[in-house]
């Protein structure tokens, strides 16, 4: 690397390199699996600011340093380069919702996507207790210039008050987008631990005095976790839900729904369909009263 070149800078070369891959892809969903994804950008990692371009929100900034997946996405598969229809199905709730939390933020991009769907104001939350991906949402929102637009708690949401320890399945270069407080939730190696604050959704609405009418809530294994200490804010059937769940916890999730909508956003065959039972991997589930 020229390190007179300034950050984020991609030579005509990388250009190339990546129509390359988009030519290849442009009939495939975007899958953090996908050997040439992991390829392209093991062979050519890249160190700066990436637009990101989702249908219907305007473009925005995230920061990757090789360290952030989801920015990473973006880079090479480019527009609605992430979880195409749920990001689609999470800016048509904006459009209406006037309190907003993101759950399991990671690096930020809902909490993004809240203030750059349209013009309209709103309260965002962004909940996010591991380390290096709260300090990315940070660095995130004062790039683009919303910082004071979302409230960035660094703390987990779960069913008790405490603390607890988070496993991290990647080693420290990387922004962990899987970190989890749930034994056995995955069969990689754990690198490290963290020791991160928690409380419950139900504690944090009646401190704030903030109630969500749209919550995104992606914490890796937690869920079931996150709806006992949410069941006051679903008794009151005023907040729509966007929930990832694995095998393991969809049918105790969609158990605390008695009543509501549930719907499966597909985003590897980018399509809404209703819930059946079944999946086979994670998917996000569309809930609503």
């Known amino acids: 690397m020229n390190l007179l070149q300034p950050l984020g800078a991609i030579d005509s070369a990388f250009e190339e390199k990546i129509a390359n891959f988009r030519r290849l892809k442009a009939t495939s969903a975007p899958d ?3 050997m040439d994804f992991f390829n392209a950008r093991t062979e050519r990692p890249h160190h700066g600011f990436v637009e990101i371009q989702n249908d219907d929100a305007r473009p925005f900034y995230m920061l990757t340093n090789n360290d952030d997946v989801i920015a990473e ?9 992430y ?4 990001i689609r199905e999470w800016v048509r709730q904006l459009k209406t919702a006037k309190v907003v939390f993101d759950v399991g933020a990671n690096t930020g991009i809902f909490s993004l ?3 750059f769907a349209d013009d309209q104001p709103r309260q965002t939350v962004a909940f996010e207790p591991t380390f290096r991906a709260c300090s990315r949402v940070y660095e995130n929102l004062n790039a683009n210039g919303v910082i004071d637009q979302v409230k960035v708690e660094k703390t987990a949401l779960s069913n008790q008050g405490g603390t607890v320890n988070f496993m991290h399945f990647e080693n420290a270069t990387r922004i962990s987008s899987g970190a989890s407080y749930v034994e056995g939730i995955s069969h990689f190696h754990v690198h490290f631990r963290e020791l991160c604050e928690r409380t419950t959704l139900d504690e944090y609405i009646a401190a704030s005095g903030l109630s969500p009418d749209l919550i995104k809530i992606d914490v890796e294994g937690a869920e079931i976790d996150v709806m006992e200490g949410a069941k006051g804010l679903i008794a009151q059937r005023a907040t729509t839900f966007i929930i990832e769940v694995v095998p393991d916890t969809a049918e105790q999730v969609i158990g605390h729904f008695e009543d509501y909508r549930i719907m499966v956003l597909d985003d590897r065959l980018n399509r809404v369909v209703p819930w059946t039972g079944g999946i086979t991997h994670h998917v996000n589930l569309l809930i609503e009263p």
């Open 113 to 115: 996507l809240s203030c």
């Open 32 to 34: 953090v699996y996908d």
């Open 73 to 81: 996405f973006y880079l090479w598969y480019g527009r609605n380069g």
């Open 83 to 86: 979880e195409r229809t749920t």
